[in-house]
């Protein structure tokens, strides 16, 4: 076998079809979910803590003198990039809750409890002895 149809069998395998979806998918969702927190979560965050937009504020640890450029922690982007993941996390995890309720059928039936161990088994007959009594 070729290494041509070696490469061939192997790209057109379900998995790595698959993980290109999921690649594609997640790089548009993504950009959906930037929009969400830059458009939509953060200025009534902004709003509510007195207009500030997060991303740019910053500490500045030392001021630009002559030509070294200005010393700056700029937590504000950590803020941000913090409340982007939060966000995106919490949609990840919805929509993985709505997938696994759509897999689920009505027709399925519950799993079945476990099989009691032997210890909780000899409780039960110990139980029943002493209500028999």
């Known amino acids: ?32 979910v930037s929009s969400l927190v830059a458009d ?3 200025p009534p965050i902004g709003l509510l803590v007195g207009g500030v937009d997060f991303s ?3 500490l ?5 003198a002559g030509d070294q450029a200005a010393v700056v922690l700029k937590y504000g982007v950590f803020l941000q990039a ?16 709505v997938i696994n309720r759509l897999k689920r059928t009505k027709d399925e039936p519950p799993p079945a409890p476990p099989e009691p161990t032997a210890e909780e088994k000899l409780l039960t007959e110990i139980r029943d002895l002493l209500k028999a009594k």
Not at 3 to 10: A, D, L, M, T
Not at 13 to 22: I, L, R, W, Y
Not at 60 to 64: C, E, K, M, N
Not at 82 to 97: E, H, P, Q
Request: a positive charge.
């Open 56 to 58: 740019k504020l910053e």
């Open 40 to 42: 939509v979560v953060t």
């Open 60 to 64: 500045v640890l030392r001021q630009a």
């Open 82 to 97: 913090s409340f982007d993941f939060l966000i995106v996390s919490m949609a990840i995890f919805a929509m993985v809750k």
């Open 1 to 32: 076998m070729g290494i041509i149809n070696e490469f061939k069998e192997f790209a057109v395998k379900g998995n790595v079809v698959d993980m290109a979806v999921g690649v594609i998918i997640g790089a548009a969702f993504g950009k959906i």
